[in-house]
């Protein structure tokens, strides 16, 4: 690979994750580990999600080691996105999330800005640019957006952003509560593609 970070796996260090929301939990193959749900807030819960921002470059990473450009040009279910497309879509949406919490941290119930996630897939840089770029920017992201949020406090976590496709009012603690979810979300879209192809 020209750029970037060469994939390998590697073995998660530090902290712990929870593991067990990564299993397949439904038939359906776009919710693999079922529908987004929110909770409320917990220093227990608090600190599971801070380690799923913490290692989701890790274990994006690990899902597509030793994938072969066939295998990446592959979408993960019948009309869905290619894992190429996945790889890149995170990378995406996680620059979006970080920009939401320095909006929600900095200003009064800020208006975040949606954009089409489905458009954005088709661009030529999804199509051209190898997956360990995104990759490269995750590791980046992630340790930045950890630092940022890993020691809120409470009144933090109660700050808002306004979504206006939602037209709802979204505390910094449902934000990454989505957030937490949507990473392993999409890494169990791919690993489960790896598991029903044998890969």
């Known amino acids: 690979m020209p750029y970037g970070r060469k994939i390998e796996r590697r073995e998660l ?64 279910r019948e009309g869905g ?17 970080y920009c939401r919490f320095k909006l929600g941290l900095t200003e009064d119930n800020p208006t975040i800005r949606p954009y089409d996630q489905a458009a954005w897939a088709q661009l030529s840089d999804t199509a051209k640019i190898p997956i360990n770029i995104s990759l490269t920017l995750l590791y980046a992201l ?7 949020i890993s020691d809120l406090e409470l009144k933090d976590w109660e700050r808002t952003v306004f979504h206006p496709e939602h037209q709802k009012e979204m505390t910094l603690w449902y934000v990454l509560c989505m957030y937490a979810w949507h990473g392993k979300h999409h890494v169990a879209h791919i690993t489960g593609l790896r598991e029903r192809n044998k890969w």
């Open 13 to 76: 260090k530090g902290g712990e994750l929870n593991t067990k929301t990564m299993n397949i939990t439904s038939t359906d193959l776009r919710y693999p580990i079922g529908h987004f749900e929110a909770r409320p807030f917990s220093t227990r819960q608090k600190e599971e999600w801070l380690n799923d921002i913490k290692f989701l470059p890790q274990l994006l990473e690990n899902a597509v080691v030793n994938l072969d450009e066939a295998q990446l040009q592959t979408p993960y």
């Open 81 to 97: 996105w290619t894992v190429q497309q996945v790889v890149h879509h995170v990378a995406d949406s996680h620059m979006n999330a």
């Open 142 to 148: 992630h340790t930045r957006w950890y630092s940022l």
